[in-house]
DNA sequence: TCTACAACCTCCCCTAACAGGAGAGTCAAG
DNA sequence: CTTGACTCTCCTGTTAGGGGAGGTTGTAGA
């Protein structure tokens, strides 16, 4: 008979631990002197608590190892259980995997110390809308385009204020293409630069004077998108080369973490024309879907 | 202003999770209705819930990244806190490696169908002890060298009894070199077998009849040791098979895992010939002392 | 205007595998 | 007989929230 102080030291395992395992049942002490409650193991128990440790280093909960200590399982099972734990880890492993991509993004960008924008990429689900849509006819130079945009969205307001359209908030500017510079670029496409408009189910086509037709649209939901929100420092100065930079970075992240982007990027308006005429005031997320790597 | 629902939407971060946040302070609504309490967030805010978000990613915990918040952090602090992370993830990679190279090994065991022996293999120190050690000559039949070992040990035994000796309890055979089959080998070395009797420290050199004269010696703790418990298939039909075959399993197993393994194995007799003289009954523990690949 | 029902609130308990500590009883040696 | 080492049973704390109870608030339709 060993105290639990003697087989703590056998096993080294510690007494809060055996304390542990005896509520769980997992290893019951051979004899609990009922006057003191003091705890007795045996030598004969050194195996079981060997045991335990083993699974326990193979990374097994202990409900899992109190299973298979319990009932003597077949060789089967046990082949089951081990398989399962072995999937575990490798997802464990591609996940720390995951992490360290970003860990070491973030240190390569620190590195290059090219006064380094906060790139905070978070991948969510874009949902699917209802909306709009206008192509914004391409521009070769950047302050035209701007100001046409800057039309389009006004004549929207304007019609949104007549009650004409009923609007979600949304406002998105889609830019189809590899493109990452659509106001500058001479050998622009068309049909490059769409804006989204997010409408309620009861909104239809409707037709507005100066921009013409508009068509109620689906727009799919986006399993999986990288985003960043667009900073002041992206913003000010009209600085239209903050989103471009925005969203080549964007990309070089996805790349780098292992997904695949689509070729277009998305900036949501959180707060954009619909809501202030202050472009400082601006918060601007951008989207870009990609595939991931399964 | 945006309701926690709406936030919650916006940034794909659970109600419960905003709660949480707002506990810690990482993250405080914009303003709070005093009447209802119900929490108001703007779309100023996303950015800093996009940060949050994209430092959790890389694994960093909420307090940390509270730091990171709240105390604008120069270049330096931030690369250092992503060094540290970088060394945890690499850290957590090995430990995933580890698991898998076990579960895998039982695997193996497993697969090979060969009436598996359970080998549940426990890394652990050996503590350093005082001893008194007796060379077994060395003996080319089986039979021969275990009746050796008996009749020293049950010399052993009988002065205890005079009270000559004050042990332990802890009796240890110790196999010095590669060999595996000690007793059966024809070109046995001399001096390969010792067997360490552990005595208390005011326990002096002594002489025994037939045995002659044995001397205290230090053994010092060994860091590291790949141990296994012996079941009573390996000891019973007086097998020292079973020993041998636990002895050769236990080095493929540190090898399997990244160990480099000494040059020699002990057996401590939890419950040996000291205590009882019926085989069947010992308990005891095969200790491989090994090197870590650090 | 009444009534659903969705959204929101504040507790409170639960997770896994112990560690740390308080306060009290027990054991062995000097 | 006393000290110091051991051991016992509670209780709390750890991480990052999830689940649910029970109560209030907001909104939309009849």
Chains 1, 2 share one sequence.
Do not use: C
């Not at 970003?102 to 240190?107: D, I, K, N, P």
Request: hydrophobic share 40%.
């Amino acid at each position: 008979m060993l105290k639990i102080g003697e087989f703590s030291r056998l096993s080294q395992v510690t007494i809060k631990t055996l304390h542990h395992y005896d509520e769980l049942g997992l290893i019951k002490p051979a004899h609990i002197d009922p006057v003191t409650n003091y705890r007795f193991y045996t030598v004969e128990q050194l195996p079981r608590i060997h045991r335990i440790m083993a699974l326990k280093e193979m990374g097994l909960s202990l409900e899992q190892i109190g299973i298979m200590l319990e009932k003597e399982l077949s060789t089967d099972e046990m082949r089951g259980m081990l398989h399962l734990k072995q999937a575990e880890i490798h997802q464990e492993m591609r996940e720390a995997q995951r992490q360290l991509s970003m860990v070491e993004f973030r240190l390569r960008m620190i590195e290059a110390e090219i006064n380094f924008p906060e790139l905070d990429v978070v991948i969510k689900k874009l949902e699917a809308m209802r909306y709009l849509s206008f192509f914004v006819a391409p521009h070769t130079r950047l302050e035209k385009g701007l100001a046409y945009r800057s039309m389009v969205v006004s004549t929207l307001q304007n019609a949104i204020a007549e009650g004409v359209i009923q609007h979600t908030g949304v406002l998105i500017d889609v830019f189809h293409g590899e493109m990452i510079l659509p106001f500058t670029s001479p050998d622009i496409k068309e049909r490059q630069h769409e804006i989204l408009l997010g409408v309620k189910d009861t909104q239809e086509a409707v037709k507005l004077k100066g921009i013409g037709q508009l068509t109620v649209k689906e727009e799919p939901a986006v399993e999986t998108a990288a985003t960043v929100m667009l900073e002041k420092s992206d913003l000010k100065d009209i600085n239209i080369a903050g989103y471009a930079e925005k969203a080549t970075l964007l990309r070089r992240w996805a790349i780098a973490h292992g997904y695949k982007p689509h070729d277009l990027v998305r900036y949501l308006s959180h707060r954009g024309l619909l809501q202030t005429s202050n472009p400082e005031e601006f918060i601007i997320e951008a989207q870009l879907p990609v595939d991931t790597g399964d």
